[in-house]
């Protein structure tokens, strides 16, 4: 069994891709399913999208750019649609039945060699499609890789080399046990988008449809050749009856001599009947076949003629309900987009009212408490005023230190502080009020620097005396 695995950008605009079931096999199967979730990575994909998208804007300087970006191939000429920034990326490898979440971990090892982080990982044992020849159920067993591909040092997604794409099948099929897939380079074969595959299939059924009638085409043809000559043997054999019965009628004479070689059973008249006899039986037996493979023809004809109708009917039966899935996927993703969006809108309506209402809040809280400072600042300054003329010099001094690039006092400020504390009986007390009247003209490190520098001019005053 075969694996392989390519990512691709799961999220647009902030809206993950749906990922429900497209049919389920068993109801019941649901239990076997397995998911894991990296504790690193928390939040919901949206909201780490936008968590990336910041990150980016802060690391480059740019906003992440997630238009899709159209893209031609120079051998080909084919168009191919790529997303702008992919920053969280999905792959959906298949598994085999018996595959569990442990056996993803050598993989997930390897990975983080290379800067990409896995987010999550899902295993589907209950999804499959019914063939839409036999309806047979044909089961799908794989697994969703959500992988977070941004480099978080620089705002910008992981860049990998070929060498290193073919190197993650390697390691993903030993991971898991099974099959590396075969490169397209080595094939040929370019992959198909779902709507591609789905249009490769009902041509393929069209194919099929136009070689069973190309077949019955043949089958008519055969019965009609059979026909013309099974009606060359019966021209034939009429010729031969004719000749016979000339024949019969020169050599008798006359209808006595017959009649009377047919009652006694004998001679050369008699051998003649039985011989005509026979032609007829012949012939009549011939006939039948005949009308019974002329009905048989024409019922073949008619068959051979609905085909090409009922061959057009089950195409367009299969394509309009394929297309009715498709629609309905769409829709339920155009849903979930919608949903998603007036949700993120109510959410983002709400911030930024609250915001506004804290900011208006904050403002006359500020701009309440800057009145206070200047009030209180005032009446300080009158009671500064209103003190000796010792006290104020020796507090201003202070207030100029601490505001100074000096580590220690001056010896102007050393004197004038001196001078104001020798008049005093408490030396310490009479310094603390000198630090309370500062106080509030300083910020916590000037007064820091000025309290350990009076500490120790305190401490050791009488030296200074």
Known sequence: MKTGIKFKGLLRGGCPKDRAHIFLVSGTNRHINMSWRNPSYDKPLPELLEDMKVLVKQKTGRSMQCKP??????????????????AIREGCPPIKPDTRIEDFEPFVRWINGY????ISIDLHHDEGHADPDTDDLKQNHHAHIIVDWLD????????????????????????LGMER?????????????????????????????????????????????????????????????????????AESGN???SGLANIFGKGKYADIERENTRLQSEIK??????????????????????IPKLAEERALMVIAKKEILQEKEVQKLRKQHTDAFSS????CDALSNKYRSLESSSALRIERLEQEKNDLLARIKAMLDLL????????????????????????????????????????????????????????????????????????????FL
Do not use: W
């Not at 970006?69 to 992919?86: A, P």
């Not at 978080?152 to 991971?175: N, R, Y």
């Not at 993120?344 to 959410?347: P, V, Y």
């Open 285 to 306: 037996t011939a006939n039948i076949e005949r009308d019974k493979a002329l009905v048989r023809v024409g019922e073949i004809v008619a068959q051979v003629a609905q």
């Open 152 to 175: 978080h040092s620089t705002g910008k997604t992981v860049k990998i080399d070929k060498e290193v794409c073919k190197e993650m099948q390697t390691v993903l099929a030993e991971s």
């Open 115 to 118: 800067g990409i982080n896995v």
């Open 388 to 463: 000796q003329e010792k006290l104020r010099e020796a507090v201003k001094v202070l207030i100029v230190f601490s505001k100074s690039v000096l580590r220690v006092f001056s010896i102007r400020h050393r004197d004038t502080i001196v001078e104001y504390l020798a008049d005093s009986p408490d030396i310490r007390n009479t310094a603390q009020s000198i630090k309370v009247f500062a106080r509030p003209f300083l910020d916590n490190r000037q007064f820091d620097k000025e309290s350990k520098e009076l500490d120790r001019l305190t401490s050791n005053f009488h030296s």
């Open 181 to 249: 897939g075969t490169p397209k380079e080595d094939t040929g074969i370019e992959g198909l988008s779902a709507i591609e595959y789905k249009k490769k299939m009902a041509t393929a059924h069209v194919r099929q449809l136009k070689q069973e009638l190309k077949e019955l085409e043949s089958r008519n043809a055969e019965l009609t050749r059979e026909q013309e000559n099974k009606e060359t043997e019966i021209a034939d054999i009429e010729v031969r009856r004719i000749e016979k019965q000339k024949a019969l009628d």
């Open 255 to 257: 209808a006595l001599k």
């Open 69 to 86: 970006v159209i893209t031609t191939d120079r051998k080909t000429g084919k168009k191919r649609e790529r997303s702008g920034c992919s």
């Open 344 to 347: 993120h809108q109510s959410e």
